[in-house]
Each structure stands twice: as structure tokens, then as C-alpha cells.
């Protein structure tokens, strides 16, 4: 227990500090290493080979996903994107139809579009899975472990990936600013594929 008490104190001070370090980036150097991001991602196999894709709408504290998204519909690809059921720590990975959908949505007290509980969508998981999940977090290390905001949607989310089927291939998408050397891990937290950062190289130390 005092073990997993340590995890959760260093969990926590980590978030305050991250979330500090993501206040100061101004919003030019937001979108310029946003921009860099999405042309790592557009020219990675593993984006080009895949077509069920799942995609975060991005918060202001995080990398900027809508020109990633333009290219999903532009490439034929098939959009996912979360919505959180906030009670609990469940979420479902819902198509989406176009990028113009998404001003339409809703907005959730995060204020983050989603659409509504119901609102009837296809989910992945019952429609044949994903090739690919795109992780928002607040922080990384170089070994693919991530710092989420702590309601576990994401980890609980690829167990049932696990559950049905096998594990897409998962790509946190982070500014330089959000790697850490080290980040905190209890055994619930599953770790990333591939971090890509503005100075990332092509694969993960192991």
C-alpha cells in the first residue's frame, strides 16, 4: 500500500508541474510544434498503413489535432473520437462523420465537443476495432510510460481493446515540454507504442 500511496503523491505533484509548464507555452510555439507533429504523423508507416483510427479533439493545452483529422477524411481513412462518460472512468470510441461534425457537437464541461450519450454511433470495438489510437496525456518519458489526468479513460479503454481482440498500436502525441526522464507507473497504467515529440526519433528506448 505505502508503495502504491508513493506512486499516486509523485502522480500528483508531476500533473501540478506539467500543468505549470503547459500554461507558459505561448500559443505561437503551440502551433508550430503542432504543425511539426502533423507532419511527423502524416508520414509515419504506421498512420499510412492504418484505416480505423481513433483521434482526441484537442484541448488548449494540447497538441492541435484538426489538420491530423482533415487528412483521416481526406486519405478515405474512418475517424473515432472519445466520449467520456463522466461518472465513471468508461469511454467509447464514436465515428465520426466529418470534420465539419464536430462544431456541431455538443460541448462538455471540459469543454470538449462530443456527442451526446444519446446521440446513436457507431462504436469500434463493435465494428471491427482500430488500427491506430492517438493518446492525449500530460506527460511522457522516452520508455512509452504516460501521465494521464488521472481518471484511467484511456487505460481502461485499451484493457477492453485487449479484451476484444488485441491492442491497437498507440502514438501519444506531445510537445517537447510535456517529457519527462521519468514517469511515475502503478499497474494499471499501459504504456504507449511510440511517443512523437518534436525531437523524437523513429522508436522508444526499451
Same mark, same amino acid.
Given at each position: %500500500?505505502a508503495? *502504491?500511496? *508513493?506512486v499516486?503523491? *509523485? =502522480?500528483?505533484?508531476?500533473r *501540478?508541474e506539467? =500543468?505549470?509548464?503547459?500554461?507558459?507555452?505561448?500559443?505561437?510555439? !503551440?502551433?508550430?510544434?503542432? !504543425?511539426?507533429? /502533423?507532419?511527423?504523423?502524416?508520414?509515419?508507416? $504506421?498512420?499510412?498503413?492504418?484505416k480505423?483510427i481513433?483521434?482526441? &479533439?484537442?484541448m488548449p493545452?494540447e497538441?492541435?489535432?484538426?489538420?491530423? #483529422?482533415?487528412?483521416?477524411?481526406?486519405q +478515405?481513412? /474512418?475517424?473515432?473520437?472519445p !466520449?467520456?462518460?463522466?461518472?465513471?472512468n468508461? %469511454?467509447?470510441?464514436v =465515428?465520426?462523420?466529418?470534420?465539419e461534425?464536430?462544431?456541431?457537437?455538443?460541448? /462538455?464541461s471540459?469543454?470538449i465537443h462530443q456527442?451526446?450519450?444519446?446521440?446513436?454511433?457507431?462504436?469500434? &470495438?463493435? /465494428?471491427?476495432g482500430?488500427d491506430?489510437?492517438?493518446?492525449?496525456g500530460?506527460?511522457?518519458?522516452r520508455h +512509452?510510460h504516460?501521465?494521464?489526468r488521472?481518471?484511467?479513460?484511456?487505460?481502461?479503454?485499451l484493457?477492453?481493446c485487449l479484451?476484444q +481482440? +488485441?491492442?491497437p498500436?498507440t #502514438?501519444?502525441?506531445a510537445?517537447?515540454? $510535456?517529457?519527462?526522464? $521519468?514517469?511515475?507507473?502503478?499497474?494499471?497504467?499501459v504504456?504507449?507504442d511510440?511517443v512523437?515529440?518534436?525531437?523524437?526519433?523513429?522508436?522508444?528506448?526499451?
Open positions: %500500500m508503495a *502504491a500511496a *508513493a499516486s503523491g *509523485a =502522480k500528483r505533484s508531476l *501540478a506539467l =500543468k505549470q509548464r503547459l500554461r507558459a507555452i505561448s500559443s505561437e510555439e !503551440r502551433l508550430r510544434q503542432s !504543425r511539426l507533429l /502533423t507532419q511527423k504523423v502524416l508520414a509515419h508507416s $504506421q498512420y499510412q498503413q492504418s480505423r481513433s483521434i482526441f &479533439l484537442s493545452d497538441i492541435e489535432t484538426e489538420e491530423i #483529422i482533415k487528412d483521416i477524411f481526406r +478515405g481513412k /474512418t475517424c473515432f473520437i !466520449r467520456y462518460r463522466f461518472q465513471s468508461h %469511454m467509447d470510441m =465515428k465520426l462523420e466529418s470534420l461534425e464536430i462544431s456541431l457537437l455538443p460541448k /462538455t471540459w469543454n456527442p451526446s450519450e444519446s446521440d446513436a454511433r457507431e462504436e469500434a &470495438l463493435s /465494428t471491427g482500430l491506430l489510437i492517438f493518446m492525449p500530460l506527460g511522457f518519458d +512509452g504516460r501521465l494521464g488521472g481518471k484511467g479513460y484511456y487505460d481502461t479503454y484493457q477492453r479484451q +481482440g +488485441g491492442k498500436y #502514438i501519444a502525441l510537445f517537447r515540454e $510535456q517529457i519527462c526522464p $521519468q514517469v511515475p507507473v502503478d499497474n494499471s497504467d504504456s504507449v511510440e512523437l515529440y518534436e525531437d523524437s526519433a523513429a522508436s522508444l528506448e526499451s
